[in-house]
C-alpha cells in the first residue's frame, strides 16, 4: 500500500524561509531511517506558491493563475512516499518525523492513501466485475518506465 504524508505549509515555508540546520539534519536522518526500511519511495520539500502557478480546469477553458495563494494552512510545503503494509504502519513512521517546523509551532502532516490501478478495475467499462488485462498492462509498463527513470 502506498500512501502520501502531505507537509502542510506555514507562513515561513510560504515566505521561502529555509528550515534551521538543526532540522535539515533531523529530516535527513528520517529520511535515511525510512529508506533503509525501504518504506520511502520519495520524498520532497516545495517552493513556495509565489513560483508556482495553478491551471483552472472551467468548462473546457484552461487559465493560468499566478501564484502566491491564500489560505496558507491549506497549502503544501513538502511530501513523502511510503509503500508500507497498512494505514497504521504508515501513521506510526510519520509519529517518528521531526516536526515540520519550530517545535514550539503547530504543524500538520496529512496522510492519504495512493489510488493503485487495481483499486478502478471493477469500474473499467467492460470489465465486466474483474480487470480489463489491457489496461492494467498499459499501467505496469508506465510504471516499469518510470521506475527506470527515477533509478537514473
Not at 502531505?6 to 532540522?23: F, M, Q, R, T, Y
Not at 501513521?91 to 478502478?120: G, H, L
Not at 473499467?124 to 498499459?138: I, S
Amino acid at each position: 500500500m502506498r500512501f502520501m504524508a502531505i507537509v502542510k505549509a506555514n507562513k515561513d515555508s510560504e515566505a521561502g524561509v529555509l528550515p534551521k540546520p538543526e532540522l535539515f539534519k533531523a529530516m535527513g536522518d528520517f529520511n535515511e531511517k525510512m529508506a533503509k526500511a525501504g518504506v520511502l519511495l520519495a520524498g520532497e520539500g516545495l517552493q513556495p506558491t509565489s513560483k508556482g502557478v495553478r491551471v483552472r480546469f472551467d468548462h473546457g477553458k484552461r487559465t493560468v493563475i499566478d501564484g502566491p495563494f491564500a489560505e496558507t494552512k491549506e497549502l503544501v510545503a513538502g511530501f513523502w512516499i511510503l509503500d508500507v503494509r497498512s494505514k497504521e504502519e504508515a501513521i506510526e513512521w510519520i509519529k517518528r518525523a521531526p516536526a515540520p517546523f519550530d517545535d514550539d509551532e503547530v504543524s500538520e502532516i496529512e496522510i492519504r492513501q495512493v489510488f493503485e490501478p487495481t483499486d478502478f478495475a471493477p469500474d473499467l467499462p467492460g470489465a465486466d466485475g474483474g480487470v480489463v488485462p489491457e489496461w492494467l498492462e498499459r499501467e505496469r509498463a508506465l510504471r516499469a518506465e518510470l521506475e527506470k527513470k527515477t533509478r537514473k
